[in-house]
């Protein structure tokens, strides 16, 4: 090709480019066509080398992109991964809140996340402004907020905690200290029920866990008289009460790769079963079934992620995110708190 034309076609991508930049706020991701003949496996895994970053993935991600990611994990394990990277760039395959957590834990690196509109229901339903007016009805209480939640909700908070270490958090109060719980109102009543603690919960959910039917889930009992049915407590009470077993997502993977069943009806987003596949080969997973249509429950939210937003993200490094330090600082501490708690207490 000549050197004008190899110019002019230049001048043409930059120019789309710059298109696709300014129509990012709406559209959430970088909508460029890709060659359809790339092998986006290898580009990725070229792309992070070339430019030292780490493809960080939550278990809820498809399988595909569990497969290009350096490190899958929970929230708590991905914000314990994020804090200590030294790679330059970190592309988050998770939600908003995920990534965001990571740029306020480490701030140097660059964090992008391939699809901004990645969002949460529990996030989504906890605004900063009536949460605020709703913690000074509580003056003398803590207030104790699932990670599952804004910067904004964060920096309202004195702890932040994941379901893997809620617990151990909530036993390092004093027992007559009084609890506001944020903004999963089902997760926060498991945790007063099974911690015999008084708490005032945010009236927040997930609409993934929260649409399981307890009545397919019996149906699905009888039929498979031997699987133990494993459920997240985010799920609703009526769910948690036929459950053998009840935990975070990272515990939920240890019980089925440890319990002798060979078979597990699994209550929470169904991503997490290509890591339980692949720990326990032998052993067979059905997903629980929502109140509706649907075989199984996918998070949309999680799902808006694909490989191809990875590869672009991971080229344009955009959509990135970005926070004011006074927020970043103020958030921040609330993480801290649970970040150290659980250090301490040896949970990843
Ligand atoms: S599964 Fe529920 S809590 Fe998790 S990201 Fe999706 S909506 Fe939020």
Redesign the pocket.
Known sequence: MCEQNFQKMENIASMDLKEKIAELPQRGFIDMDIDPTLDLFEEIQKLKKEKNAVLLA?Y?QNADIQDVADYIGDSLQLAQYAEKTDADLIVFA??H??AETAKILNPTKKVVLPDLH??????DSCLPGPFAEFKKQYPDHVVLS?I?CSAEIKALSDYIVTSSSAETIINTLPKDQKIIFAP?RNLGAYLSKKLGRDMVLWNG??????IFSLEKITKLQEKHPNAKMIAHP?CEEAVLNVADYIGSTSALLKYTSTDEATEFIVA??PGIIHKMMQASPNKTFIPAPPNNACACND????KMNTLEKIYLCLKYEMPEIIIDENLRLAAKKSIDRMMEISAQAGIK
């Open positions: 939550h809820y998770g939600v809140f995920m990645a969002g949460c229901s529990l996030a699932y599952n999963d959910s997930c609409i993934v866990h929260e985010e929470t987003e998070c949309p939210f999680m």
